[in-house]
């Protein structure tokens, strides 16, 4: 499916820590695709996460959203830092982007992305997304969509038209669960931004 979605347009793909898909990425390098890692940390037992990371060459790695909207300072900055300390770019996901950016504004954090629900439904999103994207955009200079298929709800090519009117658009994590959703689904975002610029 990763070697689908590349062939089709994807430029990197959003590492989880799991055995599985870090074995994908590494077996793709092996037969010569370049892919992008942007990665998400578990709540906990970040230590191991992080040393998986680090075997494929992750650019970004963002704290996992229950701990950003823990709203502990403490502990986030902390992830923040072991984030820094293995030679990362920092990030935090968001699952209350609106209440959550508010937030990590407030205390000041430095991030050099965020992961947020975008999507035209509203879905896991607590507010709308034209008041969400300058929010979000105020904690730093871009951030990366996520659910932005609205867990299937919506067709891809309403999705898409919907969340790169915005400007500047964001970045896009796309969800597919076939070869077929791959295919589909990122030959035609790579036309779409193809489109844009």
């Known amino acids: ?3 689908e979605a590349l062939q089709s ?14 074995e994908a990425v590494s077996l ?3 037969r010569g695709w370049r892919v992008e890692v942007w990665a998400s940390l578990p709540p906990r037992g970040i230590g191991r996460a992080l040393e998986a990371f680090r075997r494929v060459d992750a650019v970004g790695v963002a704290v996992h959203g229950s701990v950003t909207d823990s709203f502990d300072k403490h502990l986030v900055e902390a992830q923040l830092d072991e984030v820094r300390d293995y030679g990362f770019k920092p990030g935090l996901a968001l699952h209350t982007p609106r209440k959550a950016a508010e ?19 509203g ?18 200079r871009g951030f990366i969509a ?6 299937g709800r919506l067709k891809p090519r309403e999705a898409l038209d919907f969340v790169l009117s915005f ?3 964001p970045s896009l994590a796309l969800g597919v669960a076939s070869r077929e959703e791959a295919r589909e689904t990122f030959s035609l975002a790579s036309k779409l931004l193809e489109e844009l610029a």
């Open 1 to 3: 499916m990763l070697e």
């Open 9 to 22: 347009g994807a430029q990197g793909i959003q590492v989880l820590p799991h055995w599985y898909i870090v």
């Open 28 to 30: 793709l390098r092996a």
């Open 103 to 121: 937030w990590v504004l407030k205390a000041g954090f430095k991030v050099d992305f965020l992961l947020a629900p975008f999507n035209k439904l």
């Open 123 to 140: 879905l896991y999103m607590d507010a709308e997304a034209s008041m969400l994207h300058p929010l979000l955009l105020r904690v730093c």
């Open 146 to 151: 996520m659910k932005v298929l609205a867990a």
């Open 167 to 169: 400007k500047p658009p």
